[in-house]
Structures are given as structure tokens and as C-alpha cells.
């Protein structure tokens, strides 16, 4: 398999997090795992159909796809005919793109665009991250992120921040807030903090040297225990700790 990501023009770096592609191995099929990460994306296929969602979805050629924000682990079948091409939106900027429905309707599901809202299938071929710069650049609704600045403290943190807080650094209440996390994320603000405070144990783990204990890794990160991380890890990834 072989994966590759780009940055989008500096323009949308505001709103864009990265384009991607993704090819399967002439030699190899398997079944590749996505982690939840709390954003939404857009995915098109140019190879062969490609089942995605636990097998509950077939992606097929030419069509672009809509992927909600996630708050479990999703797996999909890489075969050697794969091709496939993405966008990894930053949280909450759905919205600056698209009219849709509300970002909750689209947790965890992976759902066909329209063709209006479908990327063009020959201009994606001739060259797929300059086109996806102009597609965009001219789809732009709004230039403005209404939770950045929360998502903002629940990063800087690292999920570590109670939803109390959250609200009052930002001038809100905890019901406003619990609405438009719905609405412009797909996830409650508690599902999203922990989303970002379980990366970074995530990002802890692969980095840290083998005599780093878990415990500590776990208290590093706000968890109770080393049992508290190993079953958010479980519940994330379907992994323990030892197949990270």
C-alpha cells in the first residue's frame, strides 16, 4: 500500500488540513484501519470498488464520497486495483464549503455526494491536488470557523479540559455549546476532547522509549490509571496497547 499527503494551497490551510492519496499493492490486499481523529472528510475512487465502513459501504469509481467524524475505529479493504483520493477537512469546516445537513446526521457514515457537490472525475485524473486547490477556492461559503477558538483550548490542553471550563473561556453555555459541536463537528465536545486527548497518548506511545510504563503515559495524559487508557485505546482502535 502506499499513502502519500499533501498540503493545500496556503489559502485554505485555515480550513484544510491535508489532500491524501492512497494505492494499493499489486501483491498485497489487506484491511487498512482509520483511527478517529474528529474530523470530517471528502473521498473520491478512481480504482476498483472499494469496500470501506467494516464492509458496510462499497465506494465505487468516479464517485465522491462525504465521511463523517468518527468516534470509533473503521476498517477498510485495500486491494491491489485501490485508488483512491482525499481531503481531511479541519474540525468545524464542513460548513465553510458545503450546505448539508447538520454534521451529526453524518457521524461515523460514509454517505455519496450529489454530483453537484462530486469532484470531476477527468480534471481529479489530469491532476488531482491542483484541481482539488481550485475546486475549493471557488466553493468557499465563509471564511469564518465558529467554534476555532474553542477548538483552539481543547488542542493547547490536549483534551484535558473540562466542558464547564471550555464554556466559560468562550463565552458560552454548556447546552450552546453541546449544540454546535453537533452541528459543525458531529460530536459532542466530550467526544471530541477525548478524541484529541487519546491522539496524543496515541502519539506518546509510538514515540516514547520501551521503558516508559503506561501508567505514567496514562497520568501524562489525564487518565485515572493505566486501566482508564488502555480502554479508551481498545475502545478507539480495537487494539490494546502492545499491537500500537
Known sequence: MNYKKIKPC???????????????HELESQ????FPDGCAGIVT??????????????MEFGKTYVVGAMNSFKDSFIDNDTHLLGVCLKPATFAN??????????????????????FNVDKTLVNSFNYFDYFFLERIKSRNNQLQSVVNDIHS???????????KRNFTTVRQLERNFKK????????????IRFQNALS???????NRSLLDIAFECGYYDHSHLTNEIKRNTGLSPSLL
Open 45 to 58: 475512487n478512481l480504482g476498483g470498488t472499494c469496500l470501506t465502513d467494516n464492509g458496510a459501504v462499497s
Open 184 to 195: 459543525y463537528i458531529g460530536l459532542s465536545p466530550k467526544e471530541y476532547s477525548n478524541i
Open 10 to 24: 496556503k489559502e485554505l490551510e485555515p480550513f484544510i488540513h491535508f489532500y491524501w492519496e492512497l494505492k494499493g
Open 31 to 34: 484491511w487498512e484501519r482509520v
Open 157 to 167: 490542553t490536549n483534551g484535558q479540559i473540562s466542558i464547564v471550563e471550555l464554556s
Open 204 to 210: 506518546i506511545i509510538k514515540n516514547s522509549n520501551q
Open 97 to 118: 464549503f458545503y450546505s448539508y445537513a447538520t454534521q451529526n446526521e453524518l457521524t461515523n457514515e460514509t454517505i455519496e455526494f450529489e454530483k453537484s457537490n462530486s
